[in-house]
């Protein structure tokens, strides 16, 4: 198959016809969820595609964590949610240190417990 476009190479022609083919599979799984978003599915594929981030933002009931827990679970990423609280802390974001007891020597010693932000998604 000859390139639409000369000046670009063949590899460059075929990376831009494999995203598009990723594109069409990623919509159509998340279409077996998430019904009449397609707008904002193509705006996040855009923003997944192009390395970059996503802020979604709208009134309860929109399924917005439906759909960004969907994304996760289709490309086999880890997905975790952060609710923002009037009294949200810095280490309810990161994590932090807390003291567990060891049963087998009686000892105390700190454990990390991770926060939400240690995901993929």
Request: zero cysteines.
């Amino acid at each position: 198959m000859e390139p639409a476009n000369p000046s670009l190479p063949a590899d460059d022609v075929a990376a831009i016809d494999r995203l598009g083919t990723i594109y069409k599979e990623l919509s159509a799984e998340l279409s077996k969820v998430i019904i009449g978003q397609q707008r904002v599915v193509e705006l996040l594929s855009i923003a997944l595609f192009s390395r970059g981030h996503a802020l979604l933002m709208g009134v309860p009931g929109l399924a917005k964590t439906l759909l960004i827990s969907s994304v996760a679970k289709t490309l086999d990423l880890s997905f975790n949610r952060i609710q923002f609280t009037p009294d949200l802390m810095p280490a309810d974001i990161t994590g932090t240190d807390i003291i567990q007891d060891d049963s087998a020597g009686g000892k105390r010693q700190f454990e990390f417990i991770r926060g939400p932000v240690f995901a993929n998604i």
